[in-house]
């Protein structure tokens, strides 16, 4: 199992790279410490399950003791060859951008896979602040066909932000936008896609859905694209005069950014693929995993035997802290889940953020089986799957992260993805 992991990243050049927001994802699964590459020689090398090296613009070399290693890559647009030499050392390697993963495929790195950038929700979030900006702009410029398109939407736009900004103020100034402006420096999916959509503002961006922003976001629903500058204005206009449709699209993307696309489901990818490498068995349930407690609800008006037959589900959630977004997930799961018998198992990884009495009062209070388990630490998403594994006794086993929020019908459509005659684990 993955229980703790040393993350290696630099933050002096710039203070939003890419491990900061790994680093807080993380922290919710598995023990995290983290180091700066020039501590690269005091890394123990008997302390860790993974050593993670993010991609931070530096140069730098880990000793080759640190084992099992991976490596998120995520400027292979910028300087190939430099990913490329640090990811030939590492037993796993991810690429932030589609073609990336493939160039380093093709360079001989048969195992990089395509692990697309992110946000982070508490971050980049929507701000209560009226739309005073027509457009904005956060990053930095570029010469070329970035400043070219800033120039021309300045000149059309002048009610405008252009300059850089960093975590609150970001996404204050996203969310004060009506528009926000992207055009990426060699078709890569950057950072700004995810972030701008989590503030819930419209992005317009250039058209990348042949790097994989297609298979991430769809276009005219969750995003805007456009492929040259005069379709540029063209839509930027049409939007600012169309503020239903406009809001429409932004409040789409938001729930999909934060649906699917956040550090947390990125990092929960990255450890059950390393895992699956590294071959320690995520899917193998533990017996000998320590809990402090194991309390069960009875069962109420859940008989297994009703709803024509159908077999008992049973939906396993891990948490750790994060309280809102497990009261949101469990809301839901009652709402939405009365067409089947099912039960419901929690894993707490010991959070400190009064998780634990909430779950007691779902207990008290829920008309299914509700089972949950109070870690006295942080074990781990994938040791804490394992113990939500352990205890259940439905046919179904669907695996839930606690940031899900699940709408009406959603359990009758998953099992029916599974056949009529087959009764086999699902999981989301």
Same mark, same amino acid.
């Given at each position: 199992?993955? *229980?703790?992991?040393?993350?290696?990243?630099?933050?002096?050049?710039?203070?939003?790279?890419?491990?900061?927001?790994?680093?807080?994802?993380?922290? !919710?699964?598995?023990?995290?410490?983290?180091?700066?590459?020039?501590?690269?020689?005091?890394?123990? #090398?008997?302390?860790?399950?993974?050593?993670?090296?993010? =991609?931070?613009?530096?140069?730098?070399?880990?000793?080759?003791?640190?084992?099992?290693?991976?490596?998120?890559?995520?400027?292979?647009?910028?300087?190939?060859?430099?990913?490329?030499? *640090? +990811?030939?050392?590492?037993?796993?390697?991810?690429? #932030?951008?589609?073609?990336?993963?493939?160039?380093?495929?093709?360079?001989?790195?048969?195992?990089? =896979?395509?692990?697309?950038?992110?946000?982070?929700?508490?971050?980049?979030?929507?701000?209560?602040?009226?739309?005073?900006?027509?457009?904005?702009?956060?990053?930095?410029?570029? +010469?070329?066909?970035?400043?070219?398109?800033?120039?021309?939407?300045? &000149?059309?736009?002048?009610?405008?932000?252009?300059?850089?900004?960093?975590?609150?103020?970001?996404?204050?100034?996203?969310?004060?936008?009506?528009?926000?402006?992207?055009? /990426?420096? +060699?078709?890569?999916?950057?950072?700004?896609?995810?972030?701008?959509?989590?503030?819930?503002?419209?992005?317009?961006?250039?058209?990348?859905?042949?790097?994989?922003?297609?298979?991430?976001?769809?276009?005219?629903?969750?995003?805007?694209?456009?492929?040259? /500058?005069?379709?540029?204005?063209?839509?930027?206009?049409?939007?600012?005069?169309?503020?239903?449709? *406009?809001?429409?699209?932004?409040?789409?993307?938001?729930?999909?950014?934060? #649906?699917?696309?956040?550090?947390?489901?990125?990092?929960?990818?990255?450890? @059950?693929?390393?895992?699956?490498?590294?071959?320690?068995?995520?899917?193998?349930?533990?017996?000998?995993?320590?809990?402090?407690?194991?309390?069960?609800?009875?069962?109420?008006?859940?008989?297994?035997?009703?709803?024509? !037959?159908?077999?008992?589900?049973?939906?396993?959630?891990?948490?750790?802290?994060?309280?809102?977004?497990?009261?949101?997930?469990?809301?839901?799961?009652?709402?939405?889940? +009365?067409?089947?018998?099912?039960?419901?198992?929690?894993?707490?990884?010991?959070?400190?953020?009064?998780? &634990? /009495?909430?779950? /007691? &009062?779902?207990?008290?209070?829920?008309?299914?089986?509700?089972? @949950?388990?109070?870690?006295?630490?942080?074990? !781990?998403?994938?040791?804490?799957?394992?113990? &939500?594994?352990?205890?259940?006794?439905?046919?179904?086993? @669907?695996?839930?992260?606690?940031?899900?929020?699940?709408?009406?019908?959603?359990?009758?459509?998953?099992?029916?993805?599974?056949?009529?005659?087959?009764?086999?684990?699902?999981?989301?």
């Amino acid at each position: 199992m993955i *229980r703790r992991v040393a993350l290696i990243f630099d933050d002096l050049l710039r203070p939003d790279t890419t491990g900061v927001y790994v680093r807080r994802a993380l922290e !919710g699964l598995v023990e995290v410490v983290r180091y700066r590459p020039d501590q690269r020689d005091e890394i123990p #090398a008997s302390d860790f399950d993974l050593y993670l090296s993010i =991609d931070d613009d530096t140069d730098h070399k880990l000793p080759d003791r640190l084992r099992p290693r991976a490596y998120w890559a995520i400027d292979t647009h910028l300087d190939f060859q430099s990913r490329l030499n *640090r +990811a030939r050392n590492c037993d796993l390697v991810f690429a #932030a951008q589609r073609d990336g993963a493939h160039r380093l495929r093709t360079a001989g790195l048969c195992h990089a =896979d395509w692990l697309p950038l992110a946000c982070d929700p508490e971050i980049h979030r929507r701000h209560d602040v009226p739309r005073k900006f027509d457009f904005c702009f956060v990053g930095n410029r570029s +010469a070329g066909p970035r400043d070219e398109l800033l120039d021309l939407l300045r &000149g059309r736009f002048p009610n405008h932000f252009v300059g850089n900004a960093y975590f609150e103020r970001m996404a204050e100034i996203y969310s004060a936008s009506r528009v926000v402006f992207n055009r /990426s420096i +060699a078709d890569d999916v950057n950072m700004r896609v995810f972030e701008a959509l989590a503030c819930g503002s419209l992005l317009v961006t250039n058209d990348l859905a042949a790097n994989g922003q297609g298979e991430l976001f769809r276009d005219g629903e969750h995003l805007v694209t456009y492929r040259d /500058s005069e379709e540029l204005i063209e839509k930027v206009e049409y939007y600012l005069h169309h503020q239903d449709e *406009r809001e429409v699209i932004a409040t789409a993307g938001r729930a999909e950014a934060l #649906a699917r696309h956040t550090y947390r489901h990125r990092m929960e990818r990255l450890l @059950v693929e390393t895992e699956k490498v590294i071959g320690r068995g995520s899917v193998a349930v533990n017996s000998d995993l320590p809990r402090s407690a194991v309390n069960r609800s009875p069962a109420v008006g859940n008989d297994r035997s009703s709803n024509g !037959g159908a077999g008992l589900t049973s939906i396993i959630v891990p948490c750790f802290n994060q309280l809102e977004f497990t009261r949101q997930c469990i809301s839901a799961l009652m709402k939405h889940t +009365a067409s089947r018998p099912w039960e419901l198992i929690v894993i707490d990884n010991g959070s400190t953020d009064g998780t &634990g /009495s909430y779950l /007691s &009062g779902v207990q008290d209070a829920a008309a299914v089986p509700v089972t @949950v388990i109070a870690n006295t630490k942080n074990l !781990g998403y994938p040791a804490a799957i394992n113990q &939500g594994l352990k205890e259940a006794t439905g046919d179904y086993l @669907v695996l839930l992260n606690n940031d899900a929020v699940v709408t009406d019908g959603w359990l009758q459509q998953l099992i029916a993805l599974c056949g009529a005659n087959t009764k086999p684990p699902v999981g989301l």
